[in-house]
């Protein structure tokens, strides 16, 4: 009898071939998930502060527009953004409501690895 081995020649490359490419797909498709769910906050962000810009054109005080930013964040995030809101007292004139929020990467990146988000709207002020 032979002693010819189960995985030999071309299949046995391709197996290793396999094994050492692998973790590099798996990164790969965890990274991109870590991108997709920073664009989900960016989305979320960016809804909140275009929230508060309506408040802002409507309502002289500029509190109430912080609280509607921070009504409309997750949780999550209202704990780490930063809101500013800028309001003439003009009728006719841009109210800016800004937030800057900082989100951290899960794995695979490392843990204090984070990205600054950041969203801006404005609106007319109406009286």
Known sequence: MGGRSILSGDRASATVELFLVLPI?????VAGLQVVTLAR????????????AR??????????????VQAALSPAMRE?????????????????????????????F????????????SMLVER
């Open 110 to 121: 490392p843990d204090d690895l984070g990205v600054d988000i950041k969203a801006r709207a």
């Open 25 to 29: 797909v798996i990164l790969v498709l």
């Open 55 to 68: 408040i802002a054109a409507t309502t002289p005080d500029p509190a109430r527009a912080v609280e509607a």
């Open 41 to 52: 906050a960016r989305i979320e962000l960016l809804g909140a502060v275009r929230e508060g």
């Open 80 to 108: 780490v953004t930063r809101i500013s809101v800028s309001r003439p007292s003009v009728a006719g004139r841009p109210a800016t409501v800004s937030a800057i929020s900082r989100y951290q990467l899960g794995p695979p």
